[in-house]
């Protein structure tokens, strides 16, 4: 299997522009994380969908995120628009059909730099 | 607001040495799990200790887990260079979320 893809794994963009990070989970798996990683305040789940529907949003900071799964096989995280204090790793995981409390597969990550 | 904490956040020890890695958190959970992170990777699960258990061993990797303390420690014996990496503690509080501690970053010295 290879694991959890995300594309692209490295993106520098200009404030204001929109930004698309794509996810592609492991095969099998329903439920689907987007998290976010910074120094200062570790990582911190944005939203997570179970079988393509979204559970929890809770942790999206705000309106300019958006978080769409139209298949299983897809997902993407929209910020639009984008500002520096969004610069961030971002992590697309996914886990099997037994639910939450099973293992989280991470994928490598989206280093994002907005300027 | 995260709900696993790490102490030490940094810890760096001689290669041989054990590396112990501590993490408490503030709610009853259903289980605890450890993961590792190299350096501009993601990151991957260690261990997994359910609430009902005390001890578990995987390899060179030892996790207990208190509950009335509401705290795990994560040992690493037999220290590798390879096993320089940032370690978190998850938990799962039921909640269908898995949140994340900060982390300790380990070094391991040659």
């Known amino acids: 299997d290879a694991g959890v893809i995300q594309s692209p794994r490295h993106e520098v963009t200009e404030m204001g522009q929109e930004v698309t990070l794509r996810c592609k989970p492991i095969?099998?798996?329903?439920?689907l994380f987007w998290y976010r990683q910074t120094m200062m305040r570790g990582l911190e789940l944005l939203i997570y969908?179970?079988?393509?529907?979204?559970?929890?949003d809770s942790g999206m900071p705000e309106d300019r995120f958006s978080a769409k799964m139209p298949n299983a096989s897809f997902s993407t995280l929209k910020i639009q628009p984008s500002e520096p204090r969004d610069s961030a790793v971002y992590f697309c995981?996914?886990?099997?059909?037994?639910?939450?409390?099973?293992?989280?597969?991470f994928g490598e990550g989206s280093w994002l730099t907005v300027v | 607001s995260q709900q696993g904490e790490e102490d030490p956040q940094a810890l760096s020890i001689q290669e041989g040495e054990n590396a112990t890695m501590n993490c408490s958190y503030k709610?009853?959970?259903?289980?605890l799990q450890w993961y590792r992170q190299n350096s501009g990777r993601g990151l991957v699960h260690l261990i997994l200790?359910?609430?009902?258990?005390r001890e578990k061993h995987s390899g060179r990797l030892r996790v207990t887990l208190d509950t009335s303390k509401k705290s795990s420690s994560l040992l690493i014996t037999a220290s590798r260079a390879a096993d320089t990496a940032s370690y978190f503690c998850?938990?799962?509080?039921?909640?269908?979320?898995?949140?994340f501690g900060q982390g300790t970053r380990l070094t391991i010295n040659p």
């Open positions: 995981a996914s886990t099997p059909p037994q639910g939450i409390g099973n293992t989280i597969y």
């Open positions: 095969s099998g798996h329903d439920y």
């Open positions: 969908f179970n079988n393509n529907v979204p559970i929890d």
């Open positions: 709610t009853s959970i259903n289980n």
């Open positions: 200790i359910r609430s009902n258990e």
């Open positions: 998850a938990t799962d509080a039921g909640a269908q979320k898995l949140v």
